[in-house]
């Protein structure tokens, strides 16, 4: 590009420097302000270019008065668009004063357009100072400390870069998005660490911009800031989550992806999730996963699934149409994440509303949840939904539709948590002899046992709670006594410590027990007298009984031996 000097000569952009600039525009400062005051046509308009034709100078000695002012080339940038926009301004205002125009209507959207450039200009000559981008961008390599000289430049590059999205017309930010697209793929580490506020503001407004292009490559760089997990709380507080619900709802098939990732990780901050439902972003993730690809439908699912852990709004999810959706993922989801997020969301919205649990229950939830169990690894989610649903229907109705032997295909089989799961789902579902009998002939019995010799204090203490409940029938006292382990590990859990939470129900299943002089002989062999001795002046329920049991038979073998 050139441009004509005050005195005709013409300036070539590549040679003049920042000071040769400034220079040029402060001289067709008062030549424009001359030009447009002796219009007399559009009076409106040329008012309203004139007060931002005033407001240029101190922009200009705002920008010259940086002491990095003359190395920055953003700053040359503005300062060549500045003088662009007064040259403009010039030939606008001769042709009015000439009245030498193709046509009013013309001419008022010519006028119209000039102050939105003055606008833009004015702007953009604010926000390099604001951004800070003039000194950061021209830091000197010598910097003290662990910072490289590499380092350094890169930084003041992105700070730069960064800057772009903010200043300058769309097709400009165009390009800087270009180039932040694959910065971000390389270095993503040195763009967080220069990442401001202000830029974050830049990309959320980039979002609702016309250009399908420029919202696309937006939300793929705001999509890698969420997942990124250091700027979630700027992101939301800049408005974002309205631009990504827009975006999930009629962006293009990259857009709809990118953006309902980027809500799937905002979205694990509760205040997030409530704000999704506030501004109505349910149901467009609900349509995705009936419609979507699979990675945006396995991140829709994990958005609500997000979304379901927030008490408050699940029954705003369950009017949304929530639990069919959830219920055909389980059936039909393209992917496994996206079944195994179902799962776990019809677990959170059956975790404490009885409306909600005969909801899934009448759409069938319980065989979808039984059927999902019967992969490989059973994973805690679907277990602890069935735990959730076992008191809405009748035994008769899950045994009828396989529940008993998922339950032993869990703790054969599935994850420890989906184990305690299981457990604690028998504990709900024992409430009678009959369906303790159908429990302990399932084979449920022998694999509590072996749980009992889990680390975790919790899966102990549940085992050891579904058993002390089992034990009640006399058939299952017998399964238990027959198994070399259960007397070893019940005798394990009397001790006293207070991390130990599953010692009373240890205490009732080896009172239990303590009617066979077999498995007395192995409590007091493997220490049970100590520990209930000090678990009977902690006064825990049934430990004086079996600890006087054990002592009389162990003073009744002395008298026989002698």
Avoid at 139 to 150: D, H
Avoid at 340 to 368: H, K, M, P, W
Avoid at 406 to 432: E, M
Avoid at 488 to 509: G, M
Wanted: one cysteine or more; aromatic letters at 2%; charged letters at 25%.
């Amino acid at each position: 590009m050139v441009e004509e000097g005050g005195n005709g000569e013409v300036l070539a952009d590549d040679t003049l420097s920042a000071e040769d600039w400034l220079s040029h525009a402060q001289e067709l400062i008062p030549v424009a302000m001359a030009k447009a005051r002796e219009v007399k046509g559009f009076p409106g308009r040329w008012k309203t270019i004139i007060s931002k034709l005033e407001q240029i100078p101190s922009r200009l000695s705002d920008l010259s008065s940086h002491p990095c002012f003359s190395k920055n080339t953003l700053c040359k940038e503005q300062l060549q668009a500045v003088s662009r926009i007064l040259k403009e301004s010039i030939e606008l205002a001769e042709l009015c004063v000439l009245e030498k125009y193709e046509g009013k209507l013309r001419m008022q959207s010519d006028l119209d357009a000039l102050s939105g450039k003055l606008d833009l200009n004015l702007r953009d000559c604010g926000l390099l100072i604001k951004t800070g981008v003039l000194g950061e961008a021209t830091l000197p390599l010598s910097v003290a400390g662990s910072s490289t000289e590499t380092d350094v430049a890169a930084h003041g590059n992105l700070r730069e870069l960064l800057a772009r999205l903010q200043i300058g017309h769309l097709e400009a930010k165009h390009r800087a998005l270009d180039s932040l697209v694959e910065v971000m793929k390389e270095d993503e580490k040195n763009v967080l660490a220069v990442l401001g506020r202000s830029n974050i503001s830049a990309l959320v407004q980039l979002l609702t911009a016309t250009s399908p292009r420029i919202r696309e490559k937006t939300v793929t760089v705001i999509c890698s800031l969420a997942e990124s997990g250091s700027c979630e709380n700027w992101l939301v507080s800049e408005g974002v989550l309205p631009a990504l619900i827009r975006l999930v709802e009629s962006g293009s098939a990259v857009g709809k992806e990118k953006a309902t990732i980027s809500l799937q990780r905002l979205s694990m901050l509760a205040e997030t999730a409530r704000a999704i439902v506030g501004h109505s972003g349910v149901r467009p993730l609900i349509e995705i996963c009936r419609t979507g690809d699979s990675v945006s439908q396995a991140a829709a699912a994990c958005t609500l699934k997000n979304i379901s852990a927030v008490p408050e709004v699940r029954q705003a999810l369950a009017e949304e149409g929530i639990i069919r959706v959830m219920i055909n993922l389980l059936d039909c989801g393209i992917l496994l994440g996206s079944k195994e997020y179902a799962a776990e969301c019809l677990q959170n919205l059956t975790a404490s509303n009885d409306n909600l649990r005969r909801s899934v229950v009448s759409e069938g939830g319980i065989r979808s949840l039984l059927a999902y169990l019967d992969g490989p690894l059973p994973q805690e989610s679907a277990v602890g939904a069935l735990r959730n649903l076992v008191g809405s229907v009748s035994i008769d109705v899950l045994v009828s539709l396989g529940f008993l032997p998922r339950l032993v295909h869990v703790l054969r089989s599935g994850s420890l948590g989906a184990q305690q799961a299981a457990a604690s789902a028998i504990c709900r579902v024992c409430s009678s002899a009959e369906t303790k009998k159908m429990v302990g002939e399932a084979g449920c019995i022998p694999l509590l046992v072996k749980m009992l010799e889990a680390k975790s204090n919790s899966v102990r203490e549940v085992a050891a709670q579904a058993i002390s409940s089992l034990v009640t029938l006399t058939q299952n006292c017998r399964e238990v006594k027959k198994d070399d382990k259960s007397v070893p590990n019940l005798v394990q859990l009397l001790d006293p410590s207070p991390q130990n939470t599953a010692k009373k129900y240890a205490v009732f299943c080896l009172g239990s027990l303590s009617s066979s002089k077999k498995c007395k002989k192995l409590m007091i062999s493997y220490g049970a007298i100590g520990y209930l001795k000090k678990l009977t002046e902690m006064e825990i329920p049934g430990a004086k009984k079996l600890l006087d049991r054990l002592e009389r038979g162990k003073l009744r073998s002395l008298f026989i031996r002698k």
